[in-house]
């Protein structure tokens, strides 16, 4: 009869039960790369036909992403199973559907399909100013992940407030989620105007700016999840899944739009702030000294 340690066994236990721990937060990074790997199957789908559904479903794919990509950072951390394999397979993660994906995506999207009717040198210049800005977008991104992989406590150019974490650069999750959103927006529906693609060319090259930035974006990481109140949290995230669901066009572009401008907005709130007090710095050295008599008479006539 085989009888077994209980001591041995509990600890064999404990020891498959970790290793299926630090396995969870890669299952969350291999579904943030199954989503970009579909993202970009559907984009390339899109110019053989029904252009406007395959768009729109790589736009989804992307905007699906993100919540994997928060998650398996914030699972590892909170079952302490963080590793250098996590780090370096979420990065390159990261480089497939928040890089490659909406690069290839928002080139599509924007100019592959501009209609011949308009002149020709126009459509030429458009083409390949195009496809330039989303490699430039491309290259940002990887680029923003470097920076992200070497710096420690990395402060921004414009520090917030005492305490808080902030991002340095615009993360390149928000700056996909930007593109994908816009296409999202008009359901997948190809640009058809020049003028609107060229609207694109100047949100393409923002987003890649913002990334290569030293500007602050807020990076969430004070929210916790971890409260006594587990079914008031539980209720607010069902509503605000519902409402991302029910009318996801709108209120993902609006919070794409509302997240990349509140970095803009920092940058020039912290300018304007510092101008001000410089002039009011120089104004002060430039009063006169009142221990000091005024000994012009023409001040006094």
Same mark, same amino acid.
């Given at each position: 009869?085989?009888?077994?340690?209980?001591?041995?066994?509990?600890?064999?236990?404990?020891?498959?039960?970790?290793?299926? &721990?630090?396995?969870?937060?890669?299952?969350?990074?291999? !579904?943030?790369?199954?989503?970009?790997?579909?993202?970009?199957?559907?984009?390339?789908? @899109? @110019?053989?036909?029904?252009?406007?559904?395959?768009?729109?479903?790589?736009?989804?794919?992307?905007?699906?992403?993100?919540?994997?990509?928060?998650?398996?950072? =914030?699972?590892?951390?909170?079952?302490?199973?963080?590793?250098?394999?996590?780090?370096?397979?979420?990065?390159?993660?990261?480089?497939?559907?928040?890089? %490659?994906?909406?690069?290839?995506?928002?080139? +599509?999207?924007?100019?592959? *399909?501009?209609?011949?009717?308009?002149?020709?040198?126009?459509?030429?210049?458009?083409?390949?100013?195009?496809?330039?800005?989303?490699?430039?977008?491309?290259?940002?991104?990887?680029?923003?992940? @470097?920076?992200?992989?070497?710096?420690?406590?990395?402060?921004?150019?414009?520090? !917030?407030?005492?305490?808080?974490?902030?991002?340095?650069?615009?993360?390149?999750?928000?700056?996909?989620?930007?593109?994908?959103?816009?296409?999202?927006?008009?359901?997948?529906?190809? +640009?058809?105007?020049?003028?609107?693609?060229?609207?694109?060319?100047?949100?393409?090259?923002?987003?890649? *700016?913002? &990334?290569?930035?030293?500007?602050?974006?807020?990076? !969430?990481?004070?929210?916790?999840?971890?409260?006594?109140?587990?079914?008031?949290? #539980?209720?607010? /995230?069902?509503?605000? +899944?519902?409402?991302? %669901?029910?009318?996801?066009? +709108?209120?993902?572009? #609006? /919070?794409?739009? /509302?997240?990349?401008?509140? !970095?803009?907005?920092?940058?020039?709130?912290?300018?304007?702030?510092? =101008?001000?007090?410089?002039?009011?710095?120089?104004?002060?050295?430039?009063?006169?000294?009142?221990? %000091?008599?005024? =000994?012009?008479?023409?001040?006094?006539?």
């Amino acid at each position: 009869m085989n009888h077994e340690d209980p001591a041995l066994a509990k600890a064999q236990a404990q020891a498959r039960l970790r290793r299926g &721990m630090f396995l969870l937060p890669s299952l969350f990074t291999a !579904g943030n790369i199954g989503a970009g790997y579909f993202s970009i199957t559907q984009t390339i789908a @899109a @110019a053989s036909g029904n252009a406007q559904w395959h768009l729109d479903w790589a736009a989804i794919a992307i905007l699906f992403a993100i919540p994997f990509d928060a998650l398996d950072g =914030r699972i590892a951390r909170m079952t302490n199973t963080t590793s250098d394999f996590g780090k370096e397979l979420d990065s390159l993660a990261d480089v497939i559907t928040f890089g %490659v994906a909406p690069s290839l995506l928002a080139f +599509v999207w924007g100019f592959h *399909f501009l209609p011949e009717s308009i002149n020709v040198l126009l459509h030429q210049h458009l083409a390949q100013a195009g496809g330039f800005l989303c490699f430039l977008f491309l290259i940002g991104g990887a680029s923003r992940l @470097a920076r992200f992989n070497i710096s420690h406590d990395p402060l921004p150019r414009n520090p !917030g407030r005492p305490g808080r974490k902030y991002f340095v650069g615009m993360p390149i999750p928000a700056a996909a989620g930007l593109l994908a959103a816009t296409v999202h927006y008009f359901n997948g529906i190809p +640009v058809q105007a020049w003028w609107v693609a060229v609207c694109w060319l100047i949100m393409v090259g923002l987003s890649a *700016f913002l &990334m290569v930035s030293t500007w602050r974006f807020w990076s !969430g990481k004070e929210i916790n999840l971890g409260g006594r109140h587990p079914f008031q949290l #539980l209720l607010l /995230i069902a509503t605000v +899944v519902y409402i991302m %669901v029910r009318f996801s066009e +709108v209120v993902l572009f #609006l /919070i794409a739009l /509302i997240y990349t401008f509140s !970095g803009i907005w920092a940058r020039a709130a912290y300018s304007w702030s510092r =101008r001000r007090r410089r002039g009011k710095s120089s104004d002060s050295r430039n009063l006169p000294d009142p221990a %000091v008599p005024d =000994r012009d008479p023409l001040r006094h006539t």
